[in-house]
Nanobody
Framework: QVQLVESGGGLVQAGDSLRLSCVAPGLTFRGYAMGWFRQAPGKERDFVAA????????YYANSVKGRFTISRDNAKDTVYLQMNSLKPEDTAVYYC??????????????????WGQGTQVTVSS
């Protein structure tokens, strides 16, 4: 059974950094593109970042470009999201997702097959 388990969320102040992790036991990890999405209260789930299976190609939402970095360690079946210069508008539940390799570009959640339960990130002003 495929599980995606996120960790690393928390309460921070504006300008701080956090690193989220998502481990995927049971998944043939290197065969999948991995993505991060987020959902704020009362809003739709939005794309944040994605990375291709080889870790070379990445894609970001404009709102996080230059502040967030996605990376992966295929040996550890883990994807990371380094979040710097956090803003209150980054407050949301962050989800990792796994999809076919072509899912890495475009940010379409419908192209992702597996989802984690989410981790809360709260940024105070």
């Amino acid at each position: 059974q495929v599980q995606l388990v996120e960790s690393g969320g928390g309460l921070v102040q504006a300008g701080d950094s956090l690193r989220l992790s998502c481990v995927a036991p049971g998944l043939t990890f290197r065969g999948y593109a991995m993505g991060w999405f987020r959902q704020a209260p009362g809003k739709e789930r939005d794309f944040v970042a994605a990375i291709r299976w080889n870790g070379i190609s990445t894609y970001y939402a404009n709102s996080v470009k230059g502040r967030f970095t996605i990376s992966r360690d295929n040996a550890k079946d883990t994807v990371y999201l380094q979040m710097n210069s956090l803003k209150p508008e980054d407050t949301a539940v962050y989800y990792c997702a796994a999809g076919s390799d072509s899912a890495w570009y475009g940010g379409d959640p419908a192209r992702y097959n597996y989802w984690g339960q989410g981790t809360q990130v709260t940024v105070s002003s």
